[in-house]
Nanobody, 123 residues
Framework: QVQLVESGGGLVQAGGSLRLSCAAS????????AGWYRQAPGKERELVAH???????NYVDSVKGRFTISRANAKNTVYLQMNSLKAEDTAVYYC?????????????????WGQGTQVTVSS
């Protein structure tokens, strides 16, 4: 069964750091583009950071200079390093990725979501 599994969330004081991981498992051949989203209570889910298959990152303005998205292709894993955390970063963080799946010789791209990991920043 193909799935994305997030880890690394938790409770941290303002100014602290966390690193989120998103590992793809199951019968996959690689990760194309991927992104981290977050959803705070009462708010819509928003894209926080995105990375292309070639490694080009993009960020929402509110996290530029504080968050870094990266990927380890050999591990089929995407990371989100979050520094200088603020109370307003508190949310459930979700990983989303376009995975190369399917039988050998008939590989195609499919989009998957992780289950989410809670990040709470205390002020």
């Amino acid at each position: 069964q193909v799935q994305l599994v997030e880890s690394g969330g938790g409770l941290v004081q303002a100014g602290g750091s966390l690193r989120l991981s998103c590992a793809a498992s199951g019968r996959i051949f690689g990760i194309n583009a991927a992104g981290w989203y977050r959803q705070a209570p009462g708010k819509e889910r928003e894209l926080v950071a995105h990375i292309t298959s070639s490694g080009t990152p993009n960020y929402v303005d509110s996290v530029k200079g504080r968050f870094t998205i990266s990927r380890a292709n050999a591990k089929n894993t995407v990371y989100l390093q979050m520094n200088s955390l603020k109370a307003e970063d508190t949310a459930v963080y979700y990983c989303n990725a376009d995975l190369q799946v399917g039988p050998l010789g008939a590989v195609f791209e499919a989009n998957y979501w992780g289950q989410g990991t809670q990040v709470t920043v205390s002020s």
